[in-house]
């Protein structure tokens, strides 16, 4: 849909097909903003409409953004690139003002001129879509969101062809998307497309291939699963040549995973050992990045009200906050819920799931060592009437 900076500026919650009432907060708010005099430069308007935005002067901060891209719009025309980013600046700005209806309006438009300047396909527009992806997930419509996620992928294939090296970037964040929406299986299809790409243009034992492999991996872990990624991923570290530091004792610090979880507590620590001596031995600093603090593994978020029955209905964000010890074997201990909201309505499922998970053990001088007072936070969806 495309819409002028004046049709923006009346009709956005129509265009958009929602309704949504706008919050009231912001309209008695003063601005500690100059205001800028007619004859303004229009990207001297659109810098303090995101100076606005940062000071939480939404109402002040769409005005501003209206007139800086009615004045571009004057003197470019109406689908000039120019326009692009103040579009996004003024979609961050509904964003941020719970206004989403208005915010994908506004993408929509900056993705069409995107489009129409630089090709239905162009890679620019990315990070358009990756924007419109979160208005949407933050709404709640996550099968909008996967479909924009969808879109995104299908643009690298368009644009480089399903077997260049060049979409392989595209495949590693739609997998990324599909993890953080727990949609494991999908994530593992994306990550073996990967390995599919490399191996029809590298060497079989290439460091390259690790990454994936790792991913894949720690999917095995989550899910269970006993596939060949492992055997593959140790084949590679001992046949494979010119693996960078990192790369390998990344891989190896994976494998700990794996057996610490599957019950092979001798070999996962060993794994860590030697993940830590790979580093150390290179004089590579980032082994503060492994090891420097425990990490989870195989944590599980215990499904919510809203996980059980799909979230049709509207909901709330809850957060809950647990203390406790993790062993030099990777286990919690003395897990104490210290705050929720709701209060009650999740402790037990999270202190139950904290108390199954395995984390990955800090070291210290390369062994593992148990870490007092560690603080988990995490968010779940409820419902309003819970």
């Known amino acids: 849909m495309m819409l002028t900076a004046v049709g923006l500026a009346l009709g956005l919650s129509v265009a958009a097909g929602w309704t949504q009432e706008r919050p009231a907060t912001d309209a008695a708010a003063p601005a500690s903003s100059a205001s800028p005099g007619d004859d303004a430069d229009p990207l001297t308007l659109i810098a303090l409409g995101a100076v606005q935005t940062d000071l939480n002067e939404f109402a002040a901060a769409e005005g501003t953004y209206l007139r800086g891209i009615e004045r571009l719009t004057a003197a470019h025309g109406e689908f000039a690139p120019i326009l692009i980013d103040p579009y996004r600046g003024l979609a961050q700005v509904y964003v941020r003002s719970s206004r989403s209806p208005e915010a994908l309006t506004v993408l929509e438009h900056a993705q069409h001129i995107s489009q129409r300047n630089y090709g239905l396909f162009n890679v620019e527009q990315t990070i358009i879509l990756d924007e419109m992806s979160e208005v949407y997930a933050a709404a709640g419509d996550t099968r909008s969101a996967q479909e924009i996620q969808q879109e995104r992928l299908n643009i690298g294939l368009r644009r480089f062809g399903e077997d260049d090296l060049d979409v392989i970037p595209f495949r590693y964040h739609l997998a990324e998307y599909y993890e953080l929406s727990r949609m494991h299986g ?3 299809e994306q990550y073996e497309d990967v390995i ?8 079989r034992y290439s460091g390259d291939l690790l990454k994936p492999l790792r991913e894949i991996v720690r999917i095995d872990i989550l899910t269970g699963d006993r ?11 001992e046949l494979g040549t010119q693996i960078p530091a990192m790369d390998r004792a990344r891989s190896l610090a994976v494998l700990g995973d794996w057996a610490l979880t599957n019950g092979q507590l001798a070999l996962g620590l060993s794994h860590y050992r030697d993940a830590d001596a790979v580093l150390a031995a290179d004089g590579d600093s980032r082994v503060v990045e492994l090891f420097s603090s425990p990490a989870l593994i195989n944590f599980i978020p215990p499904p919510s009200p809203v996980d059980r029955t799909g979230g049709s209905e509207p909901y709330e964000w809850g957060a809950i906050s647990a203390d406790f010890e993790i062993s030099a074997e990777g286990r919690a ?11 009650g309505l999740m402790d037990a499922r999270y202190r139950a799931r904290l108390m199954e998970s395995y984390f990955r053990p800090r070291l210290v001088a390369g062994e593992p060592v148990a870490t007092p007072h560690v603080r988990f936070t995490h968010q779940f969806r409820y419902f309003r009437a819970d």
């Not at 790409?197 to 060497?203: A, K, T, Y």
């Not at 596939?227 to 570290?237: M, P, T």
């Not at 201990?333 to 209060?343: E, F, G, L, Q, S």
Request: net charge positive; proline share 6%; aromatic share 0%.
């Open 333 to 343: 201990r003395n897990v104490r819920i210290v705050a929720a909201t709701p209060p």
């Open 227 to 237: 596939s060949s990624a492992r055997h593959r991923l140790q084949e590679i570290l």
């Open 186 to 188: 999908r994530a593992r």
């Open 196 to 203: 599919e790409i490399q191996e029809s243009h590298l060497d």
